[in-house]
């Protein structure tokens, strides 16, 4: 058994896996196993077991690494056993028992809220749910300012859409009450209020850092300061 933790990175809405290949190229050239799986973005507490699941399949300590609503699905899923730490990027830091639509109405909205896009897609019983992306022509000011313009092009007609539902599902754990926490705030955030993140990591006595003029895409547009916190927290719970 390896006794170097394993980054498991779980990414967020409008994304995908694909996002973290800054961040991973960083880790591995350092020596850090890396596992980037997909999220399936269909629910909290759906999305967190299957995280879990994973990371219970690692072999040895496992790093839960989480953007966005990821930080939402590694804080439920985090309680698995053998998960030593949390990282958060750009993230939502829930309490137990508290959901999404709580937590960042503590806050003013950001630009994000009035720019969603409205899809639907088919669930069990003939029955339909909503899902939502980002209008194309907003995405790159709110998702990725600082990202090169033909980049967020491709980003903005390849994002994974966000079942609604998950905004209103509350969280039925909350790891980093009993695991160690580390956070980074994206300063020019137009995704998440920077506010929202900032408040989250504090509750949790998360480790903290904030890049100033980064986007809610920071692990595309400053990889290496991303991989570099996520290290932090690898070499704490070795």
Do not use: C
């Amino acid at each position: 058994m390896t006794t170097t933790p394993t980054a498991l990175l779980v990414h967020g809405a409008f994304a995908d896996a694909g996002s973290w290949a800054g961040v991973v190229a960083e880790l591995q050239n350092h020596g850090i196993p890396v596992i980037a799986p997909p999220n399936p973005l269909r629910g909290l507490a759906s999305d967190a077991t299957y995280i879990a699941s994973l990371a219970a399949q690692i072999d040895g300590p496992v790093v839960l690494v989480g953007h966005s609503y990821g930080g939402a699905v590694i804080t439920v899923a985090g309680a698995a056993e053998n998960v030593v730490g949390l990282v958060y990027i750009a993230a939502y830091v829930p309490e137990e028992g508290e959901s999404l639509g709580e937590l960042q109405g503590r806050f003013p909205l950001s630009p994000l809220v009035s720019n969603l896009k409205e899809w639907t897609y088919p669930v069990e019983g003939g029955q339909t749910a909503v899902e939502v992306t980002i209008q194309a022509e907003a995405f790159p000011g709110i998702f990725a300012a600082d990202v090169p313009a033909p980049v967020t092009k491709a980003l903005a007609v390849s994002q994974r859409p966000l079942s609604t539902s998950v905004f209103d599902e509350t969280a039925a754990a909350a790891a980093w009450q009993t695991k160690p926490s580390w956070a980074l705030v994206a300063g020019a955030d137009e995704a998440i209020n920077p506010e929202v993140e900032r408040f989250g990591a504090k509750r949790a006595g998360a480790t903290t850092v904030e890049l100033e003029g980064a986007s809610h895409a920071v692990a595309v547009s400053r990889p290496k300061e991303v991989a570099d916190l996520i290290r932090d927290a690898v070499r704490a719970t070795s």
